[in-house]
């Protein structure tokens, strides 16, 4: 899965989660919390996108994470960590 | 082993609170979060309240209700705190001297954030189990303010106590529970005044080991569902938003519900727990004790088994379950928790802000304080009018003293012989 699917995946989250906001008001350089999504707002996307993506990755993965792009690479890189190991965890515990 | 559980519960919610809808509104803060948030009053610690006095207050109508007899099988009594006063003496001692319990006592505080409650009520149900007589567990925290952010409307202050030995409110199952925990960095306090805090990390955290600990709790029995196995949940809660979006994640992602379902079984069994969070606030150590509180209180009688969850972050989580007793229900609503949350004096702004400046006049490491009571006379009247409440008095050479007030008059206990 590439980079800019991983970001349509989060992007329907963020949309589902966050009343009024379209697609088109979504870029990768936004961060959630400006686009006023509340930490239970921003869990529930980042659940919700793990969800769709087949992931549970450890909370500590998203340390760090400050805005959408971050986000969107930090489960692109743990698809593609997956993919190089099927059928071993994502991320080791 | 014997049966062993909770005697008596009681919780204490300072003499004060503030309308979290005036926070937002002084604050700036978007009314629009509010609604996640789920807050109604944020209980307010007075200038000459600490996490001793609060422990005592919270404990003074289930040692009121023992008879000298009684009061003398306490053998334990545990301080579970991140806002003790000293570094090396537990506020149990205090606590202790406060409540005129028996010398023949062992005494300790705990820590590990908001589990410590839990903790120090789980071992101290092993310990009665195996050596017989009564605990008593005090669990309380006052929060280093953080004034202006989204974290302030949810601080709370107070206290929870526990009676632990004969189960009459609830049994509690001490031969099973489910653990998950680990090091990590979403919550510490390095120094007395300093919270550090990522919530995101937490958020994530508090769900990973809600989905963990229930998962070793279920391998370590007959299985167990999340949802057909408890009449009732409660929860640690940051806030109570928190208690709903972890129960709405976890249970949609390992599929125990469909979606449309979530929410009739949040409202069936888990909204009774955050009647009390609600109205007091985030008391760290002392939350998940004061859901545990709420559900009780608030539940139908048919509602027996109950589901505790408890975090603290840092991490450490456990999930294990209570069963309560017949009558129980009724003894935990008629303590006069809602009544005393009720007597409370609704703050200005302005004096909270002033409160706010002036608590770390009491905080640990301070050497010589003199509170003034008279200033806070109003708050201190309405709550000690009908049951005495503990608040410091003097702060000489780092020790700490205390007095009671009953009817907004200093007032003695019976000595305890």
Same mark, same amino acid.
């Given at each position: 899965?590439?980079? $800019? =699917?991983?970001? +349509?995946?989060?992007?329907?989250?963020?949309?589902?989660?966050?009343? *009024? &906001?379209?697609?088109?008001?979504?870029?990768?350089?936004?961060?959630?919390?400006?686009?006023?999504? $509340? =930490?239970?707002? +921003?869990?529930?996307?980042?659940?919700?996108?793990?969800?769709?993506? *087949? &992931?549970?990755?450890?909370?500590?993965?998203?340390?760090?994470?400050?805005?959408?792009?971050?986000?969107?690479?930090?489960?692109?890189?743990?698809?593609?960590?997956?993919?190089?190991?099927?059928? *071993?965890?994502?991320?080791?515990? | 082993?014997?049966?062993?559980?909770?005697?008596?519960?009681?919780?204490?919610?300072?003499?004060?609170?503030?309308?979290?809808?005036?926070?937002?509104?002084?604050?700036?803060?978007?009314?629009?979060?509010?609604?996640?948030?789920?807050?109604?009053?944020?209980?307010?610690?007075?200038?000459?309240?600490?996490?001793?006095?609060?422990?005592?207050?919270?404990?003074?109508?289930?040692?009121?209700?023992?008879?000298?007899?009684?009061?003398?099988?306490?053998?334990?009594?545990?301080?579970?705190?991140?806002?003790?006063?000293?570094?090396?003496?537990?506020?149990?001692?205090?606590?202790?001297?406060?409540?005129?319990?028996?010398?023949?006592?062992?005494?300790?505080?705990?820590?590990?954030?908001?589990?410590?409650?839990?903790?120090?009520?789980?071992?101290?149900?092993?310990?009665?189990?195996?050596?017989?007589?009564?605990?008593?567990?005090?669990?309380?925290?006052?929060?280093?303010?953080?004034?202006?952010?989204?974290?302030?409307?949810?601080?709370?202050?107070?206290?929870?106590?526990?009676?632990?030995?004969?189960?009459?409110?609830?049994?509690?199952?001490?031969?099973?529970?489910?653990?998950?925990?680990?090091?990590?960095?979403?919550?510490?306090?390095?120094?007395?005044?300093?919270?550090?805090?990522?919530?995101?990390?937490?958020?994530?955290?508090?769900?990973?080991?809600?989905?963990?600990?229930?998962?070793?709790?279920?391998?370590?029995?007959?299985?167990?569902?999340?949802?057909?196995?408890?009449?009732?949940?409660?929860?640690?809660?940051?806030?109570?938003?928190?208690?709903?979006?972890?129960?709405?994640?976890?249970?949609?992602?390992?599929?125990?519900?469909?979606?449309?379902?979530?929410?009739?079984?949040?409202?069936?069994?888990?909204?009774?727990?955050?009647?009390?969070?609600?109205?007091?606030?985030?008391?760290?150590?002392?939350?998940?004790?004061?859901?545990?509180?709420?559900?009780?209180?608030?539940?139908?009688?048919?509602?027996?088994?109950?589901?505790?969850?408890?975090?603290?972050?840092?991490?450490?989580?456990?999930?294990?379950?209570?069963?309560?007793?017949?009558?129980?229900?009724?003894?935990?609503?008629?303590?006069?928790?809602?009544?005393?949350?009720?007597?409370?004096?609704?703050?200005?702004?302005?004096?909270?802000?002033?409160?706010?400046?002036?608590?770390?006049?009491?905080?640990?490491?301070?050497?010589?304080?003199?509170?003034?009571?008279?200033?806070?006379?109003?708050?201190?009247?309405?709550?000690?009018?009908?049951?005495?409440?503990?608040?410091?008095?003097?702060?000489?050479?780092?020790?700490?003293?205390?007095?009671?007030?009953?009817?907004?008059?200093?007032?003695?206990?019976?000595?305890?012989?």
């Amino acid at each position: 899965m590439t980079e $800019d =699917s991983v970001f +349509r995946v989060v992007r329907t989250q963020i949309c589902e989660v966050m009343d *009024g &906001l379209r697609p088109d008001d979504v870029t990768l350089d936004d961060r959630l919390a400006d686009l006023g999504a $509340d =930490s239970i707002d +921003r869990m529930d996307v980042v659940a919700g996108a793990q969800r769709q993506l *087949g &992931l549970e990755l450890e909370p500590r993965r998203f340390a760090g994470v400050s805005d959408i792009r971050s986000l969107v690479a930090t489960l692109h890189a743990a698809l593609s960590e997956q993919s190089r190991h099927p059928g *071993g965890q994502a991320v080791p515990r | 082993m014997r049966s062993v559980g909770i005697e008596a519960i009681h919780a204490y919610g300072c003499t004060a609170f503030v309308d979290v809808a005036d926070i937002f509104a002084a604050r700036g803060l978007d009314g629009t979060r509010s609604g996640n948030l789920m807050m109604h009053r944020k209980a307010v610690p007075l200038p000459c309240e600490d996490v001793v006095s609060l422990a005592a207050s919270a404990a003074w109508p289930i040692v009121a209700a023992l008879s000298p007899d009684e009061l003398s099988t306490i053998r334990t009594l545990i301080v579970a705190t991140e806002s003790g006063v000293d570094f090396s003496k537990s506020a149990s001692t205090y606590v202790h001297r406060l409540l005129g319990l028996s010398r023949n006592c062992r005494l300790f505080e705990v820590k590990q954030a908001c589990h410590a409650g839990v903790a120090a009520l789980r071992s101290a149900a092993a310990l009665v189990g195996h050596e017989g007589g009564r605990a008593l567990v005090i669990a309380g925290d006052i929060p280093t303010a953080a004034r202006g952010t989204y974290a302030e409307p949810s601080q709370g202050a107070g206290a929870v106590a526990v009676l632990v030995g004969e189960p009459r409110v609830a049994e509690l199952v001490l031969d099973r529970s489910g653990c998950h925990s680990y090091e990590t960095a979403d919550f510490s306090r390095p120094r007395a005044d300093l919270d550090l805090v990522d919530i995101d990390l937490s958020l994530l955290t508090y769900i990973e080991c809600l989905d963990g600990a229930f998962a070793d709790y279920a391998m370590r029995g007959d299985g167990a569902h999340f949802v057909d196995s408890f009449d009732a949940l409660a929860m640690h809660t940051p806030f109570p938003g928190m208690v709903k979006g972890a129960h709405r994640t976890v249970v949609r992602r390992r599929g125990w519900l469909a979606p449309a379902a979530i929410e009739e079984d949040f409202d069936r069994r888990v909204a009774a727990s955050l009647r009390y969070p609600r109205m007091v606030g985030n008391i760290y150590s002392g939350s998940t004790l004061l859901a545990v509180a709420s559900a009780i209180a608030h539940t139908a009688p048919e509602q027996e088994r109950l589901g505790v969850f408890s975090y603290g972050g840092g991490c450490a989580s456990e999930f294990f379950a209570l069963r309560v007793q017949p009558g129980g229900h009724a003894a935990v609503a008629q303590a006069g928790i809602d009544q005393a949350l009720e007597q409370r004096r609704r703050l200005t702004i302005a004096e909270y802000d002033t409160i706010l400046d002036a608590l770390p006049q009491v905080a640990c490491g301070v050497q010589d304080a003199a509170p003034d009571l008279d200033r806070f006379r109003h708050a201190i009247d309405a709550a000690s009018a009908t049951r005495p409440i503990a608040l410091l008095s003097a702060i000489k050479g780092y020790h700490r003293g205390y007095t009671w007030m009953k009817g907004g008059q200093p007032w003695m206990p019976e000595p305890v012989m």
